[in-house]
């Protein structure tokens, strides 16, 4: 969990990655078709582009004044400044390839990857772009688990292939070592509400009053107290935008003895280390400095003990006595008040969930794919649920790729000195996920 601020940086973060890659519409003119132009108007649509992402050039410039009216500067810095974050500076541009009287498919060169563009060019000028393909050059597995084995703090990762055998592990770095996990937990959540819809216990239709608001992430913090909400929204909310407010109503709706229960059927192998299984105003109640001897308590206890003393704790670890301030001063209790599981016990879950799971609760885990809409569009399904905060940071992925093949995988990172880096992280995971997915077609030269 995070503050408000802090939380809302890495929605910022991971939402700029993510438009780093989504396409800016191209804007034209109504006008009647123009001839084809020339190769020298294409080769400057493309000296423009690399310009702009160099910062030797403003839209102003080379856009037309359909795309600047429509694409406002500061939405084309974040973009840039994404681009620059997940693939580094932008170099030189090594194919152009016409597509037809107006447009072509341009490749750029950057520090770690090779971004194409489609280019549409109007009187002399770009009347769009878009981002459609990325590559990196002479990745492999083998260099990704090295670049996370050397990232600062404690790195867990494995990725198993699904097979009708089984699990065939194609990668394990401290795959059974104990992390904290943030956000990771609430597929615990779904993976009992996908459970208890199976087994007719309940219905995705059912509806929940939202009784227990939480501190952002999510929306629904600012939503109506007690406002009616399906079973689907609430754990939609909670696994595609990491809802807390949603995610605090359904673990009180689940209660304890029936996550406990879930935490052993998916194979954790310390589920004491998941149980009780806290809520996010919990969580960061415990966190608390004003809550110290309480905290001192709960760790002491068993888990009957701890389960008492969160009861009685009541209104004291409820949104309107909670100090968000806990998550801006860095890393704070990443070893003792968290959830907690190993990069196996995840991948056992999502494998669970991957075999048994309700078609709803597929739908649900790819609403958000976690990596940048290109690198997600080249599978024929990606699941994703991730989490963070100071000190932080997990992302875990079940997958198929369009030939068939199923993958899980989970990667999890902790500091107890200093913040993750978030888009580096996101950054190695989708080279990881692009590796997974196959060889894209190569670029051809002009």
């Known amino acids: 969990m995070r503050s408000i601020s802090a939380k809302r ?35 400057q649509g493309a000296a423009s582009v690399l310009a702009l992402l160099q910062g030797k050039a403003k839209s102003a410039d080379i856009f037309n004044s359909a795309f600047v009216a429509a694409v406002p500067e500061a939405q084309l810095a974040q973009v840039i400044a994404g681009l620059k974050a997940q693939h580094g500076e932008a170099q030189t541009v090594v194919a152009i390839r016409p597509m037809d009287a107006r447009s072509a498919s341009v490749d750029i060169r950057f520090d770690r990857s090779i971004v194409t563009f489609t280019i549409g060019m109007l009187n002399g000028k770009l009347s769009g772009l878009f981002i459609t393909g990325t590559r990196t050059e002479g990745d492999s597995l083998a260099q990704i688990t090295a670049d996370i084995a050397a990232l600062p703090g404690r790195t867990g990762l494995i990725v198993q292939k699904l097979t009708d055998k089984g699990r065939e592990t194609l990668i394990s770095r401290n795959a059974d070592e104990r992390f ?34 939480s501190h952002p992430s999510g929306i629904a913090q600012d939503w109506p107290d007690n406002a009616p909400m399906t079973l689907q929204t609430l754990a939609t909310l909670m696994i595609s935008i990491s809802d807390n407010s949603a995610t605090d109503t359904l673990i009180a709706a689940i209660g304890q003895q029936r996550l406990a229960a879930i935490v052993r059927a998916s194979g954790h192998a310390s589920p004491q280390d998941m149980t009780p299984v806290l809520s996010t105003q919990q969580v960061t109640g415990l966190k608390m400095p004003a809550n110290a001897a309480l905290r001192d308590r709960f760790l002491a206890a068993d888990d009957i003990e701890q389960t008492r003393l969160l009861q009685e704790a009541g209104e004291t670890l409820r949104l309107n006595k909670l100090d968000l301030s806990v998550y801006t001063g860095g890393p704070n209790q990443i070893d003792t008040i968290e959830w907690f599981a190993s990069p196996a016990d995840i991948a056992r879950l999502l494998a669970m969930l991957e075999r048994d799971g309700d078609p709803v609760t597929r739908a649900i885990l790819k609403v958000n794919p976690g990596i940048p809409p290109v690198s997600a569009g080249r599978w024929a399904y990606l699941g994703y649920k991730g989490g963070s905060e100071p000190g932080i940071m997990g992302m875990s992925f079940v997958a198929e790729t369009k030939q068939g093949e199923r993958y899980v995988v989970s990667a999890l990172v902790n500091n107890r000195e200093a913040e993750i880096d978030q888009p580096g992280f996101i950054t190695l995971m989708t080279r990881l996920l692009d590796q997974l997915a196959g060889p894209t077609a190569p670029a051809t030269r002009p």
Do not use: H, N
């Open 9 to 43: 940086m890495v929605t910022l973060a991971t939402a700029l990655l993510a438009m780093s890659v989504c396409p800016l519409p191209v804007y034209a003119q109504a006008m009647p078709p123009s001839p084809p132009p020339a190769q020298t108007a294409f080769d």
């Open 180 to 213: 904290a996990i943030a956000s990771v937990f609430k597929l615990y959540v779904l993976a009992e509400i996908d459970r208890a819809v199976r087994a007719g216990e309940r219905a995705w239709s059912d509806v929940l009053p939202l009784t227990q608001k």
